[in-house]
């Protein structure tokens, strides 16, 4: 069953969001602050497929949140809801560890939309086929297809769903400069609704995690006006 955890403290919103999601085959359990949020998260084990918070409540607010859940686990979805349309509000989120941004107000089939290409990705990490277990190496990188994990230097690096399936996709690209309309086809899907600047925070998000010097990044190179080039190539060597 797809589970997701709704936290919204305007009832007329949540009510319209719980309606349309269960319409859309979905176990929802839903709450109208950040407290409650995290306690029924932990009391459920995180047995979640997707989040859905509200930035502006009273409390811990949507943020606090969504930074708690993340590090309680890096495969759950977590999509960030707010009235506010300021770019510092998007990229904040993302910073912190959530995957998409719905901007009120939405329509059902944007909402929905949205939340069924979270909960994709997600499954995918936890229903790989059977298969034997194959690892793709680039440079120091090691990424296990089965798992959906990355090492570098045979040290784990601690990845989203989204960050990994962005590193995958480079690293089965390298050396291939990539514009951000693919890569947000690629991950995001065909439909998204949302900005395309979504790659570009993504993208800092894992060049923090990756490089050794994330203001000089040496495998994922911007191509300015253009994308970004995975290497592991480097003039220096």
């Known amino acids: 069953m797809k589970r997701i955890l709704v936290c919204e403290d305007e009832d007329v919103i949540r009510d319209f969001v719980v309606i349309n999601l269960k319409r859309a085959g979905y176990d ?3 709450v109208n602050n950040g407290e409650e949020a995290l306690r029924v998260f932990d009391k459920e084990r995180g047995s979640f497929d997707v989040a859905l918070l509200d930035i502006m409540m009273p409390g811990i607010d949507g943020f606090q949140v969504c ?7 890096s495969t759950l979805g977590i999509i960030m809801l707010s009235a506010k349309t300021q770019e510092m509000d998007k990229v904040s989120g993302l910073m912190l560890g959530a995957d998409d941004y719905i901007t009120k107000p939405f329509s059902p089939s944007e909402l929905t939309a949205r939340i069924d290409a979270i909960y994709r990705r997600v ?6 086929d059977d298969e034997a277990e194959a690892t793709i190496e680039s440079g120091p990188f090691a990424l296990n297809l089965k798992s ?15 960050e990994y399936q962005i590193l995958e996709y480079f690293i089965l690209n390298a050396e291939i400069a990539l514009d951000r309309g693919s ?10 609704f949302g ?10 998000r894992i060049r923090m995690k990756i490089e050794d010097e994330p203001s000089h990044p040496r495998y994922i190179s911007t191509i300015w006006g253009f994308g970004y080039k995975w290497s592991v190539k480097f003039d220096d060597e």
């Open 148 to 162: 959906r994990t990355v090492a570098k230097d045979g040290v784990p690096i601690d990845l989203t769903q989204v």
């Open 195 to 204: 900005d395309d600047k979504i790659v570009d925070v993504n993208i800092r």
């Open 123 to 128: 499954t995918m990490s936890v229903s790989r």
């Open 28 to 30: 929802v359990v839903d």
């Open 67 to 73: 930074k708690a859940l993340r590090k309680r686990s």
């Open 183 to 192: 890569i947000l086809s690629h991950i995001w899907g065909d439909n998204y």
